[in-house]
Structure formats: C-alpha cells, structure tokens
C-alpha cells in the first residue's frame, strides 16, 4: 500500500514541479488560471521566474523525500526529516486546501474568477488529497 500510495504522490509531485519548471523557462500553457486574481481580474501576486523555479525544486524535493518514506528508494536522512517530513507536507498542503479565507481554498469568498473556479474544482481538492495521502503514508511507514 505504502509503495502504491508512494507513487501516486511521486507523480503528482513530478508533474507539478514540470509545469512550474516550463512557467519558469517562460511557458504560458495554464499559467492564466494558475494564479490568483481578484474580482476585477488583476492578478493577487505576479511571480517571476525564479520563483517558479523555486516552487518547482520544493515540489521535486517533495516528490523525492516520498520515494524515500515510502521505501521506494533508499537515502540516509537526518532523524528529524525522516520522523516530521511527510507531517510537514501533509500539514502543508491541507493547509493550502483550507485556504487563506479570502482568494485561495475551500473557503474562499472570491470564487468567480478563473482562478477561483479552477481552485474550487481542481487546485484545492488535489491539495487535500495530497495531504491525506501523506497521513496514511506516514501512518503506514
């Protein structure tokens, strides 16, 4: 279950660090609906590319750090990671899911921009899913 669980997120992780990896090399594919807008359409935050770059490595180290707890490979790591990281990325991303009441997660108050339908429909629940994947994950290690 754990080497199953373990690929699933792999795989999210992975594809979401590629989409970041193409916006940061200048792609435009879905960067539209990606961002946060609100109601008059500008946009909440305008990221440069370094930091999709930066979000792309975080999501790829998250990615691996699964491989690693689920025993898909085998890396030494400190303690601390070891026994915190998958309560890290759970809480981390439930986290996003919730949301920051306003633009982002389930209970935002802006939901008629792209962005808040494409949360609502997509972004947020992918969150929560990847939340609760890692806490059965980390209940399993």
Known sequence: MKIFIGLILFVIFLFLSLIHFFWGLGGKWGADGAIPSKANGNKVINPKSVDCFVVGIVLLCFGIFILIASEIISFLLPTWISNSGLWIISSLFILRA????????????????????????????????????AIILSIHK
């Open 98 to 133: 919730i949301g920051e009441f306003k633009y982002i997660g389930l209970f935002k108050r802006i939901r008629g921009t792209k962005f808040g339908r494409l949360d609502t429909k997509y972004f947020s629940p992918l969150c929560l899913l990847i939340g609760l994947l």
